[in-house]
């Protein structure tokens, strides 16, 4: 099966790099300016800088030549992805679509493969998520993700596919543990990221990434979804990694509402969108989500970050 990634971001520029390790790659940029710059560099240096560009990757700014492929990584921000699949819907008809995005729609509440699905019924839809910064996968790293996908012949040729030198790939068929996985770990590594910012400390860190965790299973299982998919590689494992690291950028945005800092409005954080949708699907379901709806409070600066701990702490004590 024919590849191309559509979106060039660093995160898509890295799976190009991955994957063109197989075989020929079109890597599709929305700027016909930023192909030319990739195509005559052989570096994405807008995106991925100081990386080279295997031979066997192309860049476009053609859609209709990048989606000549058999298989389409979509690697858009979340709250993009159902835009890009309009605008190109007659392109996009029939293929395969892996989603690499991670989040919940703002207006609807869905995830990529229900977006996907939404827009596009006739084509199949998969997700490829879990622990990965694209600088890891860029420089040959070794990286493994869940490919999930509701058709488990379809998931396993993918898997074949989209499995590379440094990616390995562990395939499921529940599609709503990866989508929320992926979406929920990066309000919690918002939370995670003020508490360190604000100088309260790793073990305070500790007790909100365990009890965060709590909190993506009760939705998730809430929603029907396998217990044991968020304790894999796209729930437990990307939590480990996002809630860890200042390369994460739903963290470093934690950093700064903790320390008190302006963060750049054009960082693209998917988390602080998908706050808002899982709190307000939260409220609709009657689950209690203390954390997430806390990471929309101070979002939204209704409340400091003092005012935030002693509200969690002050919660009435619990069996764990």
């Not at 190109?88 to 989040?103: E, I, P, Q, R, S």
Request: net charge negative.
């Amino acid at each position: 099966m024919s590849v191309s990634v559509l979106g060039s971001g660093a995160f898509g520029t890295a799976l190009a790099i991955s994957l063109a390790g197989n075989g020929p790659v079109t890597l599709w940029a929305r700027s016909a300016d930023h192909a030319k710059a990739m195509q005559d560099s052989c570096r994405n240096e807008a995106r991925l800088p100081g990386v080279d560009l295997p031979e066997t990757l192309t860049a476009t700014a053609d859609a209709a030549q990048a989606c000549t492929s058999e298989v389409l990584l979509l690697a858009v921000p979340m709250q993009k992805l159902r835009s890009v699949l309009e605008e190109h819907k007659a392109h996009l008809t029939g293929k395969t679509l892996v989603a690499c995005c991670k989040g919940i729609e703002l207006h609807s509440g869905l995830g990529p493969v229900a977006v996907m699905q939404e827009v596009l019924p006739d084509s199949n839809a998969a997700l490829l998520t879990g622990p990965s910064f694209a600088a890891d996968i860029a420089c040959g790293l070794p990286t493994a993700l869940t490919l999930a996908c509701g058709d488990a012949d379809l998931g396993k040729a993918l898997q074949e596919q989209l499995t590379t030198a440094n990616l390995r790939l562990y395939r499921t068929t529940d599609t709503i543990g990866a989508e929320l996985g992926g979406a929920l770990k990066n309000v919690m590594a918002i939370a995670c990221g003020a508490v360190i910012g604000a100088g309260l400390g790793d073990s305070a860190r500790a007790a909100l990434m365990t009890r965060g965790y709590a909190e993506m299973q009760r939705m998730a299982l809430a929603c029907g979804a396998k217990s044991e998919t968020m304790a894999g590689l796209s729930g437990f494992g990307d939590l480990a990694l996002t809630c860890t690291s200042d390369l994460s950028r739903n963290y470093r945005l934690g950093l700064s509402i903790g320390r008190g800092e302006s963060f750049d409005s054009s960082i693209t954080v998917e988390g602080a969108a998908t706050a808002h949708a899982v709190a307000e699907q939260a409220r609709k379901m009657q689950l209690d989500m203390p954390i997430t709806l806390t990471v929309t409070n101070l979002l939204d600066q209704r409340l400091t970050i003092a005012e935030a701990a002693a509200q969690l702490l002050k919660r009435p004590l619990k069996e764990e």
